[in-house]
């Protein structure tokens, strides 16, 4: 099968599928190994660049989805798009962090975090299709999990979670309290700095005093030589 009949099969399986294809799955169509349907995308991604054309070809995670190019988002609104414009609160969006950065986490955990309930908003981003159960977790009861979907990649323009911005590390005191590691490090850093810097003033006072004798014992001394040559 030559390379523009790949190419052919893929435009037209992500166009009719309306969804993000698995790589897997295109692999299964095509009969193809993974190499070759990642050049033949990478073909098209360029094709679609150079001539101007409205849609794209996006990966995200572990699939491919054809969609408009956002440019063109203004034209396309006010014909397609008469559902309810997606507006995510405050709390819409601590939850979704929540859940990003913590797949397969139970809704208790989710409270726990952000210290109230959180029902609503859950109900609220599942109903937008940015997050979705991911099965009941290992603990009593067997709570249900949550993780984030393909919609949330799409939404924040990255290719899977690995892309996320990294979060500072934190432990808990003695105290139970949430210490982050950096902000202790620093902390501990400015106060061996300020020990240091002490250590180092004392020593220059205690040199300075052991000078300050040393002068007065040469001066005694040469006083005492005087007064006996003067005897």
């Known amino acids: 099968m030559n390379e523009e009949k790949i190419k052919g099969i893929i435009e037209a399986i992500l ?3 309306s969804r993000n294809v698995k790589m897997r799955e295109l692999m299964s169509i095509l009969d193809l190994d993974a190499d070759s349907i990642n050049k033949a995308i ?12 409205g849609i794209q070809i996006i990966r995200v995670d572990d699939g491919f989805e054809l969609a408009s190019k956002k440019e063109y988002y203004e034209y396309l609104y006010p014909i397609l798009d008469k559902r309810v414009k997606m507006q995510l609160s405050n709390a819409a969006m601590e939850v979704l962090a929540i859940v ?3 797949n397969r986490i139970t ?4 409270d ?24 009941k977790a290992d603990l009593p009861g067997k709570p249900m999990t949550y993780k984030v979907t393909g919609e949330f990649l ?6 899977s979670l690995k892309e996320l911005p990294e979060l500072p590390r934190f432990k808990l005191d003695s105290n139970r309290q949430i210490v982050i590691d950096d902000i202790e490090n620093e902390s501990e850093n ?19 005093s052991e000078n300050s004798n040393s002068d007065i014992e040469k001066k005694i001394g040469n006083s005492d030589n005087d007064d006996r040559k003067k005897g």
């Not at 990478?42 to 054309?53: A, G, H, P, T, V």
């Open 15 to 17: 166009f009719a599928s």
């Open 42 to 53: 990478l073909n098209m991604q360029d094709e679609y660049k150079s001539e101007n054309r």
């Open 100 to 102: 990003a950065y913590n």
């Open 107 to 110: 809704k208790a955990d989710i």
């Open 112 to 135: 726990t975090i952000r210290g109230t309930d959180s029902s609503g908003t859950i109900y609220k981003l599942q109903d937008y299709g940015l997050i979705e159960q991911a099965g």
């Open 154 to 159: 799409k939404m924040f323009n990255i290719r």
């Open 190 to 208: 400015s106060n061996r700095e300020a020990a240091d810097e002490s250590i180092n003033s004392n020593n220059n006072i205690e040199n300075e």
